[in-house]
T-cell receptor, first 116, second 114 residues
């Protein structure tokens, strides 16, 4: 089983619909992230959470919300989906390693979301 | 404002030759850099990293070079193999007493020609 699991893997939804993307992890990491990937724009951070009580906006949080239900679960919601939210979405986790504050992030397999 | 840039969207290299992927950054506060590799239908996977106190880090066929004065890093793959065909992202981080997060570049699609 994957360490970071995203559901669904693919989703087509209509404009204006609410949709939730879910992420669960078995790595025991405190830190979780949501990114979106768009052609030519790379990976951009939407929201991140350093523990269950901590939620932070990333560089492109408008139109999105998140919920950290437990250490292992971090959900991303689109309250009213619009076509320019069509993208590949990735959940990631990380933890501090040693004194170097290494933050190697581990990614899920992605959710391809299409808003029509 | 793209703080981490990969100016080559794609690169093709003959099998067995050296692949060089480049990354430029603008924020001098970045102190840790990573390269990720991504295959289609999969999430990015960590490849190699380098701290700003070093100028080179090597792991098997992969070497990352950092030139702080030029704000430039590069990933060398030698020899290149067909399985190296993927999209490569560079990423950078600012140490901030636990408040770190990664800023990614736009990616370079590497194709290894058999």
């Amino acid at each position: 089983d994957a360490d970071v699991t995203q559901t669904p893997r693919n989703r087509i939804t209509k404009t204006g619909k609410r949709i939730m993307l879910e992420c669960s992890q078995t790595k025991g990491h405190d830190r979780m992230y949501w990114y979106r990937q768009d052609p030519g724009l790379g990976l951009r951070l939407i929201y991140y959470s350093f523990d269950v009580k901590d939620i932070n906006k990333g560089e492109i949080s408008d139109g999105y919300s998140v919920s950290r239900q437990a250490q292992a679960k971090f959900s991303l919601s689109l309250e009213s989906a619009i076509p320019n939210q069509t993208a590949l979405y990735f959940c990631a986790t990380s933890d501090l390693v040693g004194q170097g504050w290494h933050t190697e992030a581990f990614f899920g397999q992605g959710t391809r979301l299409t808003v029509v | 404002d793209q703080q981490v840039k990969q100016n080559s969207p794609s690169l093709s290299v003959q099998e067995g030759r050296i692949s060089i992927l480049n990354c430029d950054y603008t924020n001098s506060m970045f102190d840790y850099f990573l390269w990720y590799k991504k295959y289609p239908a999969e999430g990015p996977t960590f490849l190699i990293s380098i701290s700003s106190i070093k100028d080179k880090n090597e792991d098997g066929r992969f070497t990352v070079f950092l030139n702080k004065s030029a704000k430039h890093l590069s990933l060398h793959i030698v020899p290149s193999q067909p399985g190296d065909s993927a999209v490569y992202f560079c990423a950078a981080r600012i140490s901030n007493f636990g408040n770190e997060k990664l800023t990614f570049g736009t990616g370079t699609r590497l194709t290894i020609i058999p």
